[in-house]
């Protein structure tokens, strides 16, 4: 039998003791021996629920526990969630965590101290919730080369947008409806900036490459400046608003970033609408593989926690080495990025052609302003010709 402690017990901590309760006996054959949650930490006490007699408020009993194997943190916030990882790894325990900040500030150390203790460090639940996608990048991805990968990585902003798109409302009331139904936050700035996916990509896009990608180096553009006029432009051209987070090899860099695309029917990820989270994947080996599912709440979270303790339950002592070293990846800096822009401007056409050269108007009714798609340039190129004009709002073109 192996035991395992729960650090907090919010929405993901208590899924994970619910789905280890409810599927125990199909969980105990599938790690081959049975899993017994033992402690739980948290500030509070919970009479009357399944774990009241379980609750321990000193983390100090679960670290010194010789019998606690592997410890689950589904606390969040970066302090004291690493304090407790990486005691609880010094002390050999293997840790699984859902905590993206956590593991975006701290992964290459904590990943390195697991590898010392002959235990384990996963967080499947990190990035994408329920999708399986962390453990698919590092196994079953590991002979491919990653050329690319595209996330819609957060629910709350690709709601947001679908709402925006389907009933053709603004932002702000969008946003209330949803903070209104439990789908965004009260304070929605990690998400609506897209300071969440920011994190996201960093993980996985260390992960591809081995090294570390710090969130701070990665360009970040939220939804917040996206307007309902941009939602009927984008129809007129067959495309939607959705905010990717993505990675892409250029040669021997990597260009990364966070911002709001337009895309059309032919791109892969266009019907994921809603709450639903999507990764695609390019190797240069297995060609595009995507990834689907819902991105955050409770048992779909949990459920990816409760693969990793399954996984680490299969594996006490053994380290399952995981390639990403300290080592910081080399990024294509922003302005030698290219892609085509779509483009509104105080002005008319000739002031946009002399400006951007050869455009495609768009033309959504709004006379008050101009509308165009460039052709392929830099960022760079786009900031020297933004300056000639006068830009309501630009949005990246993927295709
Ligand atoms: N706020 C996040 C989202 C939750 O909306 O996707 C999961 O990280």
Redesign the pocket.
């Known amino acids: 039998m192996i035991k395992i402690s729960v650090l907090g017990y919010g929405t993901v901590g208590s899924g994970v003791v619910e789905i280890m309760r409810e599927n125990a006996e199909l969980i105990t054959k599938r790690a081959g021996e049975e899993i017994q949650v033992k402690s739980v930490l948290d500030l509070r006490d919970f009479p009357g629920d399944p774990v009241q007699d379980m609750i321990v408020h000193d983390f100090e009993q679960i670290r010194s526990d010789e019998e606690v194997k592997i410890v689950v943190e589904t606390m969040g916030g970066l302090h004291p969630a690493y304090e407790f990882v990486k005691a609880a790894l010094e002390s050999g325990k293997s840790v699984c965590t859902s905590n993206?900040a956590l593991v975006a500030e701290y992964g290459p150390e904590l990943l390195q101290t697991a590898q010392e203790h002959n235990a384990n460090f996963l967080f499947e639940a990190s990035v994408g919730?329920g999708i399986p996608i962390i453990r698919p990048l590092k196994i079953s991805l590991a002979p491919d080369e990653i050329l690319e990968i595209s996330g819609i990585?957060?629910?709350?902003?690709n709601y947001i947008l679908t709402e925006m798109t389907e009933k053709g409302s603004d932002f702000d009331s969008v946003l209330k409806d949803a903070q209104d139904k439990g789908y965004a936050?009260k304070d929605p700035t990690?998400?609506v900036e897209g300071h969440?996916a920011c994190r996201k990509i960093a993980i996985l896009t260390s992960l591809a490459y081995g090294k570390q990608l710090d969130f701070e180096d990665i360009y970040t553009e939220g939804i917040t400046k996206i307007t309902d006029r941009d939602i009927q432009y984008a129809k007129k051209l067959g495309a939607k608003v959705k905010i990717f987070g993505s990675s892409k090899k250029v040669g021997d860099k990597v260009l990364a970033m966070v911002a709001p695309k337009l895309i059309t029917s032919s791109h892969p990820l266009y019907s994921v609408d809603g709450v639903f989270?999507a990764i695609l994947v390019k190797g240069n080996m297995v060609g595009d593989v995507m990834f689907y599912g819902q991105?955050?709440g409770k048992h779909a979270t949990a459920s990816a926690v409760v693969s990793d303790v399954i996984d680490e339950a299969k594996h006490v002592n053994i380290n399952m080495k995981t390639l990403w070293s300290p080592e910081k990846l080399e990024l294509l800096p922003l302005d030698q990025a290219a892609s085509r822009f779509f483009v509104r401007i105080k002005g008319d056409q000739q002031a946009a052609e002399q400006a951007f050269g050869e455009i495609t108007p768009v033309d959504a009714g709004y006379d008050d302003e101009f509308a165009f798609v460039t052709s392929e340039i830099t960022e760079g190129k786009y900031q020297e010709a933004a300056e000639s004009v006068e830009v309501i709002n630009k949005i990246r073109f993927d295709q």
């Open positions: 993206k919730g990585l957060n629910g709350t902003t936050e990690a998400d969440d989270n991105g955050a």
